[in-house]
């Protein structure tokens, strides 16, 4: 068994298409997460920041995936704890973020979009 991220992920995480607004400093990126779960994300972006980066993250889920008819903006603390620099897959640059402790609301806010986001996962899968 390989030490990579995916192999020590404590929850799936699962895929989405989401723009994200991070900052760290003076630095602004504007990139896409392309999988959630209720820990962390992955930011696909062609400057993955440093391991250990604090990030201040903003973004809104498409109202298919918001479990409501009007998506709210969250906006999150992460750190980067994992980035594909020097890595092989140079295809998918990016890095894992994982969220910092949110105030309650935003947490719930967060919980209740990854279980609609899992349960429109499995939904699809559904073979009639």
């Known amino acids: ?3 990579s991220p995916a192999n020590r992920r404590a929850e799936p995480r699962l895929p989405v298409h989401f723009e994200v607004d991070c900052t760290s400093g003076d630095t ?14 992955f930011i696909s972006t ?18 298919e995936t918001a479990g ?6 969250l906006e999150l603390t992460g750190e980067v704890v ?16 994982r969220f910092h402790h949110a105030a309650p609301k935003t947490r719930s806010r967060l919980l209740e979009l990854v279980r609609a986001i899992a349960y ?6 559904i073979k009639p």
């Open 1 to 3: 068994m390989t030490d």
């Open 28 to 41: 602004f990126l504007y990139a896409h997460i392309t999988d959630i779960s209720s820990m962390g994300i």
């Open 46 to 63: 062609d400057k993955p920041l440093p391991v250990g980066t604090v990030l201040q993250l903003a973004f809104t889920p498409r109202a």
């Open 68 to 73: 409501g008819p009007t998506p709210q903006r």
């Open 82 to 97: 994992w980035n594909t620099t020097g890595q092989v897959a140079p295809d998918k640059p990016g890095m894992g973020v």
């Open 120 to 125: 429109l996962d499995v939904a699809t899968d």
